[in-house]
């Protein structure tokens, strides 16, 4: 049975971010996976693409894992408007060709998270740094989480330094990320790494005394 289908004109769409990679899949059964070839093209205008091979240099898309298959890969880096042409042959000879246009927007934005430094005694204050991608002002919610209470949640908006550093002074050793972060491209609920600040108890005061001989 031959479920590929398709032309240009009738293209299905696709829109991404930058710095996502996005699986596209076929269902062919009159084909080996290893007749079934995928190609990118970011110069499209007035070819056929029927003939001409992708066009697409590896800085703007690439396959991490292989072009051949009914499944694969494509990791997109520029912002842009693509095609993306399967085709699938048999040993008749048969070719079945599906396109895909794919519309890459700029990359959401993210959060790095460092705390300096990583231990401290109870009372003492840390620095986290949050070091963000994208295009100022953000707006970002960060979690606080403890383990023993509820994780404490707090929301920052129209953020424009960066490096941003809040002073931390937890009660217990503590675990902080970034769990949604938003500035003009879009939001990412998925942005940011976790650190852990250890505290340790503050060493108690002991009795000084005086030696005579």
């Known amino acids: 049975m031959l479920l590929l289908t398709g032309a240009s004109a009738s293209a299905q769409s696709v829109t991404v971010y930058a710095g996502q990679t996005f699986t596209f899949e076929v269902d062919v059964q009159f084909a080996a996976e290893e007749n079934i070839t995928y190609e990118i093209y970011d110069d499209f205008a007035g070819i056929n693409m029927a003939v001409v091979p992708g066009n697409c240099p590896v800085t703007s898309a690439f396959f991490p894992s292989g072009n051949t298959g009914s499944t694969v890969d494509i990791t997109w880096l520029v912002p842009g408007t693509y095609i993306v042409k399967v085709e699938a042959v048999n040993d008749c000879p048969t070719n079945n060709m599906k396109f895909w246009l794919v519309e890459v927007?700029?990359?959401?934005?993210?959060?790095?998270?460092?705390?300096?430094?990583d231990e401290i005694c109870r009372g003492d204050e840390a620095d986290l740094i949050i070091t963000f991608t994208g295009d100022?002002?953000?707006?970002?919610?960060?979690?606080?989480?403890?383990?023993?209470?509820?994780?404490?949640?707090?929301?920052?908006?129209?953020?424009?330094?960066?490096p941003l550093v809040i002073v931390i002074l937890p009660l217990r050793t503590t675990t902080y990320r970034v769990t949604e972060i938003t500035d003009a491209n879009g939001t990412n609920t998925d942005p940011s790494n976790s650190v852990t600040l250890t505290v340790k108890p503050r060493p108690g005061g002991s009795v000084i005394y005086q030696y005579e001989p």
């Open 105 to 117: 927007l700029p990359a959401l934005p993210t959060a790095s998270l460092v705390v300096n430094p």
């Open 136 to 162: 100022a002002p953000w707006s970002f919610t960060l979690e606080a989480d403890d383990g023993v209470n509820p994780p404490v949640i707090t929301t920052y908006n129209s953020i424009t330094d960066n």
